[in-house]
């Protein structure tokens, strides 16, 4: 079945510092694939998506792009600030139409 | 009103009550889902209805009863709860069908089990 793997957390960093949230996942077809960050005390909220291999999807300084060839989507982010801490989840829909998700990513950015 | 609504936000109970989580969504979809996030654990997808209809119970016990009268409201009705099911719930909708669109999440209800 669909699976995707995120790197454990938490990542600490300070504030400018480049991010990266490594990302990569398993399924049968092409799926869409997409990030969500959730901030404390509430839901998922969509962060960007790319539904075809060698999209790029970005929001908000952060971007990631569909690698097909080694079935992965890392996010990134040049500079990063306070505001970004945050739990960021990874996932995908493919085949069977459920979003699968990835464990969660806790990013701590101190100042 | 738009997106996905979830009430109440905090609940806390006994573990003889009965009470009942709602969530209701003002998108469109026709698909559903009840979550839990506990603390440390991976996202547990527990339920899903598709127009109505339920697709998907990942062995959640019975203790936890899901209700989706209609596409737009969806309810989850707790009893006899145990103090681990402390957790945050999560309401999701999405359009089934359409892979490349993303699911949208309620606020959650963060539960207490006392």
């Known amino acids: 079945g669909d699976s995707v793997t995120q790197m454990e957390g938490p990542v600490t960093l300070s504030e400018e510092a480049f991010l990266t949230i490594n990302c990569t996942y398993t399924?049968?077809?092409?799926?869409?694939l997409f990030w969500y960050v959730q901030y404390p005390g509430e839901g998922l909220q969509l962060l960007l998506k790319?539904?075809?291999?060698?999209d790029k999807g970005s929001n908000k300084g952060f971007e990631a792009t569909y690698r097909k060839e080694t079935t992965s989507f890392h996010l990134e982010k040049g500079s990063v600030q306070v505001s970004d801490s945050a739990v960021y989840f990874c996932?995908?829909?493919?085949?069977?139409?459920?979003?699968?998700f990835g464990r969660g990513t806790s990013l701590i950015v101190h100042p | 009103e738009t997106g996905v609504t979830q009430t109440p936000r905090h609940l806390v109970m006994g573990m003889t009550n009965k009470k009942s989580l709602k969530c209701e969504q003002h998108?469109?979809?026709?698909?559903m889902y009840w979550y839990k996030q506990s603390a440390k654990k991976p996202l547990e997808l527990m339920f899903v209805?598709?127009?109505?209809?339920?697709?998907e119970n990942n062995s959640v016990p019975s203790r936890f009863s899901p209700e989706c009268p209609n596409s737009s409201h969806l309810f989850l009705h707790l009893h006899t709860l145990q103090p681990e099911d402390s957790a945050l719930y999560l309401c999701?909708?999405?359009?089934?069908?359409?892979?490349?669109?993303?699911?949208?999440f309620g606020q959650g209800t963060r539960l207490t089990v006392v």
């Open positions: 999701a909708s999405s359009q089934m069908e359409v892979v490349n669109t993303e699911a949208f």
């Open positions: 399924a049968t077809g092409y799926p869409s």
């Open positions: 790319a539904t075809k291999a060698d």
């Open positions: 996932a995908l829909r493919g085949g069977s139409y459920i979003p699968t």
């Open positions: 998108l469109g979809h026709n698909a």
């Open positions: 209805y598709n127009f109505k209809e339920q697709t």
